[in-house]
């Protein structure tokens, strides 16, 4: 956790940080800004209440500041999180729906699909190769084109979604 404080702290004074209503420690300050390290005491998933307070040499405290923080490691699931993933040819004369193993003319095929609430992003690879990412939109539909184009040759898309937390899901079939 890290921060700054407003003003400068007086001789004696420490900025104090507490966790899930915990006991106060100590932080590190430096100028203007503190820092706390809790990397000793894993989080769990979910929401946790981080406060803190400046102490003076008297050991009185200020009122403490609150700030909610969600911790979230757990990446969302591509069988329960995705569907109706399609690849569409949009390039004459044959355009439409591409089907596994059949060739197309076009190299900028679009993949796109539907998530469920919860998958902000869709990251699209070819074969491990990231392509790109697709925003999800507020309807849960996203769509993504390749830029630029695809070489000529074989392909294989793999979508994976992604949280607001940045987890990334295991992929769809290719």
Do not use: C
């Not at 003319?105 to 990412?133: C, F, Q, R």
């Amino acid at each position: 956790f890290a921060g700054a404080v407003k003003g400068t702290l007086l001789a004696g004074e420490k900025v104090q940080v507490r966790v899930d209503g915990g006991a106060w420690k100590d932080a590190i300050v430096s100028g203007t800004n503190w820092s706390y390290d809790h990397t000793a005491s894993t989080l769990t998933d979910g929401k946790h209440k981080v406060e803190t307070r400046v102490v003076d040499l008297a050991g009185n405290g200020t009122t403490p500041l609150a700030k909610d923080v969600t911790i979230d490691t757990v990446a969302p699931n591509p069988t329960t999180s995705m569907s109706d993933i399609k690849l569409d040819d949009n390039v004459a004369p044959i355009t439409g729906a591409i089907v596994d193993g059949t060739v197309t003319n076009d190299n900028t095929p679009t993949l796109s699909g539907k998530a469920t609430p919860g998958v902000k992003t869709v990251n699209v690879y070819d074969g491990s190769k990231l392509l790109g990412s697709a925003p999800v939109q507020a309807d849960g539909t996203w769509s993504f084109t390749p830029n630029p184009a695809l070489t000529e040759g074989g392909h294989s898309f793999i979508a994976k979604p992604v949280d607001a937390a940045n987890n990334e899901g295991a992929g769809t079939d290719p």
